[in-house]
């Protein structure tokens, strides 16, 4: 069976099939009603049927309803001849991975958006399916500040999350290169730190240029619709604000930010290149405050309390040159008057104050794994990006980790060696080096690795201009990446990497479906390639776990 992820069990298949066409009714039980919406939204639209209310015990009736001896996102789905197809979920999640289990089983066709053969009746095969996620978190990070993603482009990507059974968007949202939330307390914010003057276009080594303004950034109602859309979903958005690094963009709004004894920030703009600005903020209480301002309408947008990980608030932290710290004497005079250990200190405890500022707030601070140095509050998560160390001292430390490592699910690296592969950045990612990744390091004891939330792929955008660019990038690996998040799968060396590729041979039908431009198996087609566009290709494999 074609299913991808992989499912746990699947009893069958028989010889009969069942039918779905406009006989079929739709039955909804209480907590399922996310789900009755989506199928009559989009497997409805596309095979072109109205799943119109009828009573349970319908012959030919599609039945979801929650049943509490499953975990809250495990389903089992029925397709039993004669008594209709049944999507039982432990919880209201469940239920909806179940129905995107449903749409693969009708095929490609339910990935469209209008039906291409009006009229005609569909059947499931008579089987059961059982399933559950290994890992709770499975995320994907989306960059939209190297390169603005408009909001209809974020909502295909949490579609396409939904028919992986993704369930977490980390949205990263402001770098040096731009600033893309309104804060409407700060209105520079998004009249200047959200666009820049030009683009380059490649590497930072590559002499070319985008001469243009680049930019753009999302209201508080397009982040409150993504939000609400994802929820419908059953997908959390964490949003990421980069502090104390990747700031330069807020310092070209907000002069008062940066280290103003050490540099003229009036003189900034919006960073145009790639690469780690020097330009990060000063620690003084005026950038502290008017974060806590930044944070407070961030959390007004990001509501906690949803389903999943609405608690999170991603500060970034990772990146952070300390060479303006020391030469400032204001910073200099932060670190005495605290008694910190030097710049390294300094960082610290900026992180340690916005994590004591979200927990007071109910919520929970995540960031990138050089958030470590120096300690944390016990509540803080890590994301665990420079390969399994800091996943690693994290989970022995007793705080909770996502797992992804730069050298394993950074999907802008290249996917091929060779010079047809466009903007070759990184390591050599293959589809089957992601398929074999392992997202539970070596050593760590079962407590520690209860500790492993689970994991996500990374989507960074300095090489990627457009929706095109990202669709190549991420696909066909996601698909990879969303079965080892999901499926509980043998060990790396033991996976059956052939049955994969014998699945995947159908789910690029239904990608075609969906209109996503995913690198072909065979290498990219013509107009996916980028000659003479400069990369960064890293030499020799990637560190061991």
């Known amino acids: 069976m074609e299913l991808i992820p992989a499912p746990d069990a699947v009893e069958g298949p028989t010889d009969h099939r069942v039918p779905l066409g406009h006989r079929t009714t739709l039955w909804a039980g209480p907590g399922t009603e996310r789900t009755e919406r989506w199928l009559r939204a989009t497997l409805g639209a596309a095979l072109g049927l109205p799943l119109p209310p009828g009573p349970r015990d319908a012959r030919d009736a599609v039945r979801l309803l929650l049943d509490d001896t499953l975990e809250p996102e495990a389903y089992r789905l029925g397709a039993v001849p004669g008594h209709g ?91 040096d290169q731009g600033w893309r939330i309104e804060i409407r307390r700060f209105p520079g914010l998004t009249e200047t730190a959200s ?166 707030r109910g919520r929970r601070l995540i960031g990138w794994d050089e958030i470590l140095e120096g300690g944390l509050a016990p509540g803080a998560a890590v994301s665990s990006w420079r390969g399994y160390a800091g996943g690693i001292a994290a989970a022995r430390a007793g705080h909770d980790v996502v797992m992804c490592p730069e050298q394993y699910v950074y999907l802008d690296h290249r996917q091929a060696p060779g010079e047809d592969e466009p903007v070759p950045i990184g390591y050599v990612r293959t589809l089957e080096d992601v398929y074999r990744f ?14 492993v939330l689970g994991t996500q792929a990374n989507l960074w955008t300095e090489v990627m201009e457009d929706i095109a660019r990202v669709d190549y990038q991420a696909f066909p690996r996601l ?37 996503v431009g995913y690198r072909p198996p065979t290498g990219p087609r013509p107009w996916q390639r980028r000659p003479g566009v400069l990369g960064r290709p890293i030499e020799g494999p990637p560190p061991q776990r």
């Not at 392992?438 to 500790?451: D, I, M, S, Y």
Request: proline share 6%.
């Open 438 to 451: 392992e997202p539970v390091p070596e050593g760590l004891t079962e407590e520690e690795a209860r500790h």
């Open 195 to 360: 666009w820049r003057a030009r683009t380059k276009i490649g590497h930072r080594a590559s002499p070319l240029w985008e001469e243009k303004p680049h930019g753009g950034y999302y209201t508080h109602d397009d982040i409150r619709e993504i939000v609400a859309y994802a929820a419908e979903r059953h997908i959390s958005v964490v949003p990421e604000i980069d502090v104390p690094g990747h700031s330069q963009a807020a310092v070209a709004a907000y002069p008062e930010l940066g280290n103003t004894d050490v540099v003229d920030t009036t003189a900034l703009s919006v960073w145009d290149d790639w690469g780690i600005s020097a330009n990060v903020l000063a620690p003084t209480d005026t950038t502290l405050r008017f974060y806590e301002g930044v944070f407070e309408e961030v959390l007004e947008l990001f509501p906690a309390g949803a389903a999943g990980f609405s608690e999170f608030v991603h500060i970034g932290g990772d990146e952070c040159p300390k060479g303006q710290w020391a030469e400032s004497v204001a910073a200099k005079t932060r670190i005495a008057d605290l008694g910190l250990a030097g710049e390294a200190g300094l960082q610290a405890w900026f992180i340690g104050h916005f994590d004591a500022w979200l927990a007071a």
């Open 85 to 175: 197809i049944e999507i039982r979920g432990g919880g209201p999640a469940g239920v909806f991975w179940g129905a995107q289990t449903l749409r693969q089983l009708l095929g490609p066709d339910a990935f469209r958006r209008a039906p291409v053969r009006p009229g005609r009746t569909l059947a499931v095969p008579g089987r059961v399916v059982e399933d559950a996620p290994r890992f709770r978190w499975r995320g994907l990070l989306l960059d939209v500040a190297r390169h603005f993603m408009p909001k209809d482009g974020v909502l295909r990507y949490l579609d396409l999350m939904a028919a992986h059974k993704l369930n977490v968007l980390h949205l990263h949202l402001t770098d």
């Open 479 to 515: 698909a990879a990446f969303a079965e080892v998040a999901w499926s509980r799968l043998p060990a790396p060396a033991e996976r059956d990497f052939a049955d994969f590729e014998r699945r995947m041979a159908a789910h690029y039908r239904r990608l075609d479906a969906l209109g």
